[in-house]
C-alpha cells in the first residue's frame, strides 16, 4: 500500500482529501502546518507528498526547499496543491522542482491523474 | 533687379555724356561755322577783288585809248592811277587765291595778261605820241586781244568764285541743318532720361513710402502684440540682465511697477533665488539661441512664489543683441498636474486593490469551492440504496456548478492580469501537431456524449509561438464549440503551418446570428441564443487580447443552427513576434 502525505492547513480539505485517499486504496498521514510535514516527511519516506503553498509560518515552497536539501527525502515524488491561480506561481514551483501541480478546486479525476503522473516516473 | 541707386546713376551719368556731347558738337559747329563764314567771306572778298580789278582795268583801258585818241596828256594821270589800282587789286587777287590752286592759275594768267597790256600800254605811251591810223589800229586790235583776254579771265574767275560760294553757302546750311538736328536729338535725349530719372524717383519715393508705412504697421503691430499680450514679456541685456522693457502682463505677473522694473535685474528684482539660475538659463539660450519650456520657481513681490513656464530668445533691439522673455503662469496648470496625478495615483491605488481583491478573492473562493467538490465527491462515493441515482444527480450539479464557479473566477482574473499588463507573450518553438493532439485529449474527457473532437494538422510540425496564450486561446474555442454544440457531433480543429500558422476550430452548433458576430469579442457581450449555456461574456473578449498580443488575427463564419467555423493566423517566423 502507498503512503500519501497531506500537507494542508484547512481542516475540511485536509480531512476530504485524505478519505478520498483512503477510499482509493492509500495510507495517508495527514498534517496541518509545514514545519511538521517537514519533519514527518523525513521521518516517514511517504511515497507522494500533496502539498498546500499558501500555510502560515512555513509555507510549501519552504517545504518543498527543506525537502530538497534533505537527501534522504530529495526524492520523494511532490505535488502541489494550491488555491492559486498564478501562471507566475507554478512556473516558481516547476524551477524548484516540484513534480505536480494541482489547482484547487480539483475533482477525483484531475487528482488521480496527477498522482499516476508522479508515480510513474 | 538693378539696384536702384545703380539705376539713378546709370541715368544721371547718361545725361552728362549727353550735355557734354551737346557741348562738343556746339563748339564743333561753331568752329564749322566758323570756318565757313571766313571761306564766304574770302569769297565775296575775291568776287569784289574781281570786280573792282574788271573795273579798274577797263577804266585804265578808257583813258589810256582816250590819250591815244586826243593826244590830250591830261589823260595819262588818271590812266596811271587807274594801272596803280589795277596793280594792287592783282596783288590781292593773287595773295586771295594762293590756296585755291586753279584760281591761282587764273590769276597768274590774269596778272600775266594786264602786265603784257599795261607793258605793252606803258611802251607805246612813251615810243608815239601821235601814231598812224595804221598803228592806231594795230594798237586798238592788240587792246582788244589783251582785253578780251583779261575780261575771260576775269569771268570764269568770277564764276568760279561764285560757284564757291554757292558751294560754301549750301555746305554751311546743310552743317547747320545737321548741327540742329543732333542738338535736338541730344536735347529729346536728355529730356527722356531726365523724365524718366524723375519716374524713377517718383517711383522709388512712393516704394519706400510703401515699406515705411508696412513698417508702421508692423512696428505697431509688434508694440501691441508686446504691451498687450497676455503673455509677461521681457527684454533686458543678455549679460547683466538688466530689464530695458516689458509690458504690463509681466509687471503683473512679478508684481512690480513697471517704473521699478526697469533698469533692474531679475536678481534685483528677487525674482529668481540665485545668478546661477539665470546664468544656468541664459547660457543654454546663448548656446542654442532659444530656450523654450524652462520651468522655474518665480517668487513675485508681495505674493507666494509660483512656477512659470519661461521661453527666451536672443533677437536684435535697438542695434544690439538682446534677450526677449516670455513668461507664462503655470500654476493653474501645476495645481490641474497635481489633480491629474493624485486622481491617476488613486485610480492606480483602487486598480491595485481591485486586482488584489480579486486575486485575494480568487484564492479565498477556491478554498472552500475545494471543500465543497471534494465533499461532493465522497457523496458520489457514499452513496447507495434507492436514494443513490438523485445523490448522484445532485452530486453532479454541485460539481458542475463548482466548475462553472471556478471558470468565472478564471475569467475574472485573466482580465485582471490583462488590464494590468501582467501577462506578456514569449514565443518558444513547439511541436503544433504533439500540442493539439494533447489538447484535444484533453478536452474529449469534457466532450458530451457522441461528440467527436478531431485534429488535423499539414505543413511544417514545429512552430514558434507562446504555448500558453495559445492553449488559453484553444480551450475557449473549443470549450464554446463543446457547450453549444449537441451530443453526436463533431467538432474539428485543423492546422496548417509554413511561414504563417492558420488554425480553426469548427462546430456543428446552434451557430451566432450576424447581427451578434459583430460583437462577439465585446466584455461581457453574451448571444442572443447562449442562455442555454452559463456564462460571463468573457471567454472570447479575453481570446481576442491573446489574440492581439499574439499579433495574429480572428475571422467568426457563423450560421444560425448550422454552426461555426473560427479561423486564425499567426506569423510564424522566428524573431517576428506571433
Not at chain 1, 34 to 46: D, F, S, Y
Not at chain 2, 311 to 337: F, H, P, V, W
Not at chain 2, 465 to 493: G, H, M
Not at chain 2, 499 to 505: A, D, K, Q, R
Request: hydrophobic content about 40%.
Amino acid at each position: 500500500m502507498k503512503t500519501a502525505l497531506v500537507i494542508e492547513d484547512s481542516f475540511e480539505i485536509r480531512e476530504n482529501l485524505s478519505e478520498i485517499l483512503e477510499l482509493a486504496g492509500y495510507n495517508v498521514i495527514a498534517i496541518d502546518n509545514g514545519k511538521q510535514g517537514v519533519a514527518t516527511a523525513i521521518t516517514e519516506k511517504p511515497d507522494f507528498i500533496l502539498c498546500d503553498i499558501l500555510m502560515p509560518q512555513v509555507n510549501g515552497y519552504d517545504v518543498l526547499r527543506e525537502l530538497k536539501n534533505d537527501p534522504a527525502a530529495a526524492t520523494i515524488p511532490f505535488i502541489f496543491v494550491t488555491a492559486s491561480a498564478e501562471k507566475r506561481e507554478m512556473e516558481h514551483a516547476l524551477t524548484m522542482g516540484v513534480d505536480g501541480y494541482i489547482r484547487k478546486p480539483f475533482d477525483d479525476k484531475e487528482l488521480f491523474a496527477a498522482i499516476d503522473r508522479v508515480l510513474a516516473r | 533687379m538693378l539696384p536702384f541707386k545703380l539705376f539713378v546713376g546709370f541715368l544721371f551719368a547718361s545725361i552728362v555724356v549727353a550735355i557734354v556731347a551737346l557741348g562738343f558738337l556746339s563748339v564743333d559747329n561753331s568752329r564749322k561755322s566758323n570756318v565757313s563764314g571766313q571761306l564766304i567771306q574770302q569769297t565775296h572778298e575775291v568776287i569784289g577783288v574781281i570786280q573792282e580789278l574788271s573795273a579798274f582795268y577797263k577804266e585804265m583801258q578808257l583813258e589810256s585809248n582816250s590819250y591815244f585818241v586826243t593826244g590830250d596828256s591830261a589823260y595819262l594821270p588818271h590812266y596811271f592811277e587807274a594801272r596803280k589800282n589795277s596793280l594792287s587789286h592783282l596783288k590781292k587777287l593773287l595773295m586771295l587765291t594762293r590756296d585755291n590752286t586753279v584760281q591761282r592759275m587764273r590769276a597768274d594768267t590774269l596778272s600775266t595778261s594786264i602786265k603784257n597790256l599795261i607793258s605793252y600800254t606803258d611802251s607805246a605811251l612813251m615810243t608815239s605820241n601821235s601814231p598812224s591810223v595804221n598803228q592806231f589800229k594795230f594798237r586798238l586790235r592788240q587792246n582788244r586781244a589783251y582785253r578780251e583776254n583779261i575780261r575771260m579771265t576775269l569771268a570764269s574767275m568770277e564764276h568760279e568764285e561764285e560757284r564757291l560760294m554757292s558751294e560754301r553757302v549750301e555746305a554751311n546750311a546743310k552743317n547747320i541743318t545737321a548741327f540742329d538736328r543732333t542738338f535736338a536729338l541730344l536735347l529729346g535725349g536728355i529730356g527722356a532720361f531726365l523724365v524718366i530719372t524723375f519716374f524713377s524717383i517718383r517711383y522709388n519715393f512712393n516704394s519706400r513710402v510703401k515699406v515705411q508705412e508696412e513698417l508702421k504697421a508692423v512696428n505697431d503691430l509688434f508694440i501691441n502684440l508686446f504691451y498687450e499680450s497676455p503673455m509677461g514679456l521681457a527684454i533686458s541685456e543678455i549679460d547683466s540682465g538688466v530689464i530695458l522693457d516689458c509690458n504690463s502682463a509681466y509687471c503683473e505677473l512679478i508684481g512690480h511697477k513697471r517704473d521699478s522694473v526697469i533698469g533692474r535685474t531679475y536678481i534685483e528684482l528677487g525674482l529668481l533665488e540665485s545668478v546661477q539660475q539665470y546664468n544656468s538659463i541664459i547660457g543654454r539660450v546663448n548656446e542654442h539661441e532659444i530656450e523654450r519650456d524652462v520651468e522655474v520657481w518665480l517668487r513675485p513681490k508681495g505674493k507666494d512664489p509660483i512656477w512659470v513656464s519661461v521661453a527666451m530668445q536672443l533677437l536684435d533691439y535697438k542695434g544690439r543683441r538682446r534677450a526677449l522673455s516670455a513668461i507664462l503662469d503655470m500654476t493653474a496648470q501645476k495645481n490641474a498636474e497635481e489633480d491629474i496625478r493624485r486622481a491617476l495615483a488613486s485610480e492606480l491605488e483602487l486598480s491595485k486593490l481591485k486586482s488584489n481583491f480579486i486575486t485575494l478573492a480568487s484564492h479565498e473562493f477556491r478554498t472552500p469551492l475545494t471543500s465543497i467538490m471534494s465533499s461532493a465527491s465522497l457523496i458520489d462515493k457514499y452513496s447507495s440504496g434507492e436514494n443513490s441515482d438523485n445523490i448522484k444527480k445532485h452530486v453532479t450539479r454541485i460539481s458542475t456548478s463548482v466548475k462553472s464557479l471556478t471558470a468565472i473566477l478564471d475569467e475574472f482574473l485573466s482580465l485582471t492580469k490583462i488590464e494590468e499588463g501582467k501577462i506578456e507573450a514569449r514565443p518558444e518553438s513547439l511541436d503544433i501537431s504533439k500540442f493539439l493532439e494533447d489538447l484535444c485529449a484533453s478536452f474529449r474527457g469534457l466532450a458530451k456524449s457522441g461528440q467527436a473532437i478531431t485534429v488535423q494538422h499539414s505543413g511544417q510540425s514545429s512552430v514558434y509561438i507562446d504555448r500558453t496564450l495559445l492553449s488559453n486561446i484553444l480551450t475557449n474555442l473549443v470549450s464554446n464549440a463543446i457547450k453549444y454544440s449537441p451530443e453526436n457531433s463533431n467538432i474539428n480543429i485543423e492546422s496548417h503551418a509554413n511561414h504563417e500558422l492558420n488554425l480553426s476550430v469548427s462546430d456543428n452548433g446552434i451557430g451566432i446570428s450576424k447581427e451578434d458576430q459583430e460583437h462577439l469579442f465585446e466584455r461581457f457581450f453574451r448571444a442572443s441564443n447562449a442562455d442555454i449555456v452559463q456564462g460571463t461574456g468573457l471567454g472570447l473578449h479575453i481570446t481576442k487580447h491573446y489574440i492581439d498580443m499574439l499579433h495574429g488575427s480572428i475571422k467568426v463564419e457563423s450560421e444560425l443552427g448550422r454552426g461555426t467555423n473560427v479561423s486564425m493566423k499567426f506569423s510564424n517566423v522566428k524573431g517576428i513576434p506571433t
